[in-house]
C-alpha cells in the first residue's frame, strides 16, 4: 500500500466543498491518508488506492501475530499503519477505524457546494451517468458526487475527496457490519470486529457516548 497523493495543483491552495473557506492540512488517525481541513472544522479525505475485492474478501481469515495483547486502540492503528494489513483492509473499514481513533463528534457530514479547485459555487449539470450527481463550476471545473464521495481529473490525475462521515452514518456503518451479513464477514477479521463493537460510534455505546 502507498501512502495518499494529493495533485500538484491544488497542493499550494485549495477549498472548501462545504463553505468555501481554504483547506489545509490537518491531523488523521490514519497514517496512509491525507486530511483536508478548513477553519470551520470540516473535514476532507484523500485515501490510498483501496484494496482489490479478491485481497479484502481474505482479510478474516489473515493471521498476524503481533496484535496479541494489543489494546482494541492500538489493533485499530495497527491495521491502519501495517502495509500487509492494510493491503486486505476493506476502504470503509479504514475510515471507520479511523473515525473510532479520532473519536470526533460530527453532527453533519459536509455538504458539496464549492469547487476545491478554485471555490466559486457549483451547480449541477446533465451528465450521462445516472449512478453520480454531476457538478460543475463557472470556471468549467466538472465534479461528481456519489454518496459522500466527490472525485474529479485534474491534470489526467484522478482526485476524489471523501467527505467525514457524521456520527449517525458511521453508527449505521459499523452496525451493519456487525450484523454476520456473508458478503461482508470475510472482509472482516475478528480483531477489527472487536474494534467495531468496542468503539463509542457503535449503536450499542451510543447511551455512554451521550453521557
Not at 485549495?14 to 491518508?33: E, I, R, W
Not at 473535514?43 to 495483547?69: N, Y
Not at 469547487?115 to 450527481?133: F, K, M, S
Request: glycine share 6%; hydrophobic share 40%.
Amino acid at each position: 500500500m502507498h501512502p495518499a497523493n494529493i495533485p500538484e495543483e491544488i497542493r499550494a491552495q485549495c477549498y472548501c466543498p462545504s463553505c468555501g473557506a481554504h483547506l489545509v492540512p490537518g491531523k488523521c488517525a490514519d497514517p496512509l491518508s491525507i486530511c483536508l481541513a478548513c477553519e470551520g472544522d470540516h473535514r476532507f479525505f484523500i485515501m490510498p488506492q483501496a484494496p482489490l475485492a479478491g485481497d479484502t474478501a481474505t482479510a478474516a481469515s489473515a493471521s498476524f501475530h503481533e496484535i496479541r495483547g494489543l489494546t482494541p486502540e492500538a489493533i485499530a492503528s495497527f491495521w491502519l499503519s501495517d502495509p500487509h494489513a492494510r493491503s486486505v483492509l476493506n476502504d470503509q473499514l479504514a475510515q471507520l477505524l479511523r473515525a473510532t481513533l479520532e473519536s470526533r463528534r460530527v453532527v453533519e457530514e459536509p455538504r458539496f457546494s464549492f469547487c476545491p479547485i478554485c471555490g466559486n459555487r457549483l451547480a449541477e449539470y446533465d451528465q450521462p451517468d445516472i449512478w453520480v450527481q454531476g457538478l460543475r463550476c463557472q470556471g468549467g471545473h466538472s465534479w461528481a458526487l456519489r454518496g459522500g464521495r466527490f472525485f474529479s481529473t485534474i491534470a489526467s490525475m484522478r482526485l476524489e475527496l471523501q467527505a467525514e462521515h457524521s456520527d449517525d452514518v458511521a453508527s449505521r456503518l459499523i452496525a451493519a457490519w456487525l450484523k454476520g451479513n456473508p458478503h461482508l464477514e470475510t472482509n472482516l477479521h475478528e480483531s477489527v470486529r472487536r474494534v467495531l463493537i468496542g468503539s463509542p460510534l457503535c449503536p450499542r455505546n451510543a447511551i455512554r457516548r451521550s453521557d
